[in-house]
């Protein structure tokens, strides 16, 4: 499967972006999908996860009260809302699909394909 993450962009403190993760070939709807986010000289970071039928989410805490990951199976789509974006939300986002059960859903290694990134920029 391939996926193309999209909607990065400038925004100041407190401000809003949709990040959007088109996703071709496989079939969607049996991918758990991911947002993970990367700051410079930092490691890889678990953002958010959604089941497959987007009944479950699960956020990293530091984004749980602003951030809303969704998905449109029919569109082969994933999104990830964020609100109330911080200088520290700074940071290259990757969209992620894996195969496997939920229990690993905040571990980059047990995601089996990666979108390119799309830089997030929070500035005033």
């Known amino acids: 499967v391939q996926l193309q993450a999209s909607g990065g962009g400038l925004v100041q403190p407190g401000g809003s972006l949709r990040l959007a993760c088109a996703a071709s070939g496989g079939t969607f709807k049996s991918y758990y999908m991911g947002w993970f986010r990367q700051a410079p000289g930092k490691e890889r970071e678990f953002v958010a996860a959604?089941?497959?039928?987007?009944?479950?989410?699960y956020y990293v805490e530091s984004v749980e009260d602003r951030f809303t990951i969704s998905r449109d199976n029919a569109a082969y789509t994933v999104y990830l809302q964020m609100n109330g974006l911080k200088p520290e939300d700074t940071a290259v986002y990757y969209c992620?699909?894996?195969?496997?059960?939920?229990?690993?859903?905040?571990?980059?290694?047990?995601?089996?394909?990666w979108g390119q990134g799309t830089q997030v920029t929070v500035s005033s």
């Open positions: 992620a699909a894996k195969v496997s059960d939920w229990t690993s859903r905040a571990t980059a290694t047990w995601y089996d394909y």
């Open positions: 959604i089941s497959r039928g987007a009944a479950r989410a």
